[in-house]
């Protein structure tokens, strides 16, 4: 574990510790504010996010800022992440052993980061970080806290997309995270 940003930073430019690096354009690391209360962990870079180096730019990262801007929370204080720091091959669901490569990357951005909530943008994020066992379907909406720090499993914005059904339910996630967090820091 790397005590400070530029030490973590530069331990990942070079990553070869698996085949996702094979057809990388930019290691898509994390964006945002390095001390945010509110952490936001997302499945994977896609073809837009691997170009520009920057999770959640592309059309799933609009939709999100869409949320963003009605519910009036500033993108930039907030701290964005991936599981997995490279693009998968046409945007498939990370490997197992993909994800497990780059967990302690992630791992050591939120002992920097030290974020009060973290919400898990889809299923990717949910297993990989609080189990397995968890579904996005039965999760979803639903504050897990562990460790003090208080988790939001909702819906990737890419599933919005895909099915604009489940935009109500996003919002209203995010609405809870904002109100969870007002609770907290006051």
Not at 116 to 137: H, R
Request: charged share 30%; hydrophobic share 35%; net charge positive.
């Amino acid at each position: 574990m790397y005590n400070n940003w530029e030490e973590l930073e530069n331990s990942i430019v070079n990553c070869k510790k698996c085949k996702l690096c094979q057809n990388r354009t930019n290691i898509v690391f994390g964006v945002g504010n390095k001390n945010a209360d509110i952490m936001l962990i997302g499945e994977g870079p896609g073809a837009d996010e691997d170009k520009q180096g920057i999770p959640f730019v592309g059309k799933a990262g609009q939709l999100m800022d869409k949320a963003f801007k009605g519910l009036d929370i500033d993108r930039q204080s907030l701290y964005i992440a991936n599981i997995v720091k490279c693009r998968p091959p046409s945007n498939r669901v990370p490997e197992n052993d993909e994800a497990e490569a780059c967990l302690d990357y992630l791992r050591n951005q939120v002992i920097l980061v030290k974020p009060k909530i973290i919400v898990l943008l889809g299923s990717t994020a949910l297993k990989n970080i609080l189990g397995k066992e968890y579904g996005i379907t039965s999760a979803r909406g639903n504050w897990i806290e562990r460790k003090g720090i208080y988790y939001m499993p909702t819906w990737h914005p890419a599933a919005l997309l895909r099915d604009e059904t489940k935009k109500i339910e996003f919002w209203k996630d995010l609405k809870s995270v904002m109100e969870k967090y007002n609770e907290i820091k006051n």
